[in-house]
T-cell receptor, first 115, second 108 residues
Framework: EAGVVQSPRYKIIEKKQPVAFWCNPISGHNTLYWYRQNLGQGPELLIR????????DSQLPKDRFSAERLKGVDSTLKIQPAELGDSAVYLCASSPWGGAGTEAFFGQGTRLTVV | GQQVMQIPQYQHVQEGEDFTTYCNSSTTLSNIQWYKQRPGGHPVFLIQLVKSGEVKKQKRLTFQFGEAKKNSSLHITATQTTDVGTYFCAGTGNQFYFGTGTSLTVIP
């Protein structure tokens, strides 16, 4: 069974430029998460989708970050414009459902460097 | 707000020694999960604990959920070089939060 697929694996951009990350969750998983992980820290939830609905985006910096999950499958996370402090690993995860304590399966992540 | 802290932040052990990481939440948790992240890798689910005082074992790993459901621990017996990585707890309180992680180095 294929796991969570993310692309690109690495991205280097100049500040103020836009960037987008793509995630394909495990087939059949209704819940999709985007996390940001800074070096030496735990993952921080940015947004959680149940199918195509964003049910928790309280920690998403909405002034520059946006996300979508059209048709409730693939998802994209966008930053526009990027800032130096956005350098981090962006992890996508999925789970069969979003109930409390559901096991999340993580993708390999996209390492973003903003210069 | 809810916070999940882990101690220690770093731990170096000789191969064969035991290792323990502690997870403490500022709020009561309905459940707690543990994940392992190898260097350069992504978090991988290890286990979930739900009941107060629950203890679960996976080979050399022992997981415990505190009676008050505000803390948890992971104990590894006789560490091996394959145990290297960062161990995160993640708990559900008013929201789902990952802990700060404990980075384990095993010296052969």
């Amino acid at each position: 069974e294929a796991g969570v697929v993310q692309s690109p694996r690495y991205k280097i951009i100049e500040k103020k430029q836009p960037v987008a990350f793509w995630c394909n969750p495990i087939s059949g998983h209704n819940t999709l998460y985007w996390y940001r992980q800074n070096l030496g820290q735990g993952p921080e939830l940015l947004i959680r989708y149940e199918n195509e609905e964003a049910v928790d985006d309280s920690q998403l910096p909405k002034d520059r970050f946006s996300a979508e999950r059209l048709k409730g499958v693939d998802s994209t996370l966008k930053i526009q414009p990027a800032e130096l402090g956005d350098s981090a690993v962006y992890l996508c995860a999925s789970s069969p459902w979003g109930g409390a304590g559901t096991e999340a399966f993580f993708g390999q992540g996209t390492r973003l460097t903003v210069v | 707000g809810q916070q999940v802290m882990q101690i220690p932040q770093y731990q170096h052990v000789q191969e064969g020694e035991d290792f323990t990481t502690y997870c403490n939440s500022s709020t009561t948790l309905s459940n707690i999960q543990w994940y392992k992240q190898r260097p350069g890798g992504h978090p991988v689910f290890l286990i979930q604990l739900v009941k107060s005082g629950e203890v679960k074992k996976q080979k050399r790993l022992t997981f415990q959920f505190g009676e008050a459901k505000k803390n948890s621990s992971l104990h590894i017996t006789a560490t091996q070089t394959t145990d290297v990585g960062t161990y995160f707890c993640a708990g559900t309180g008013n929201q789902f939060y990952f802990g700060t992680g404990t980075s384990l180095t095993v010296i052969p």
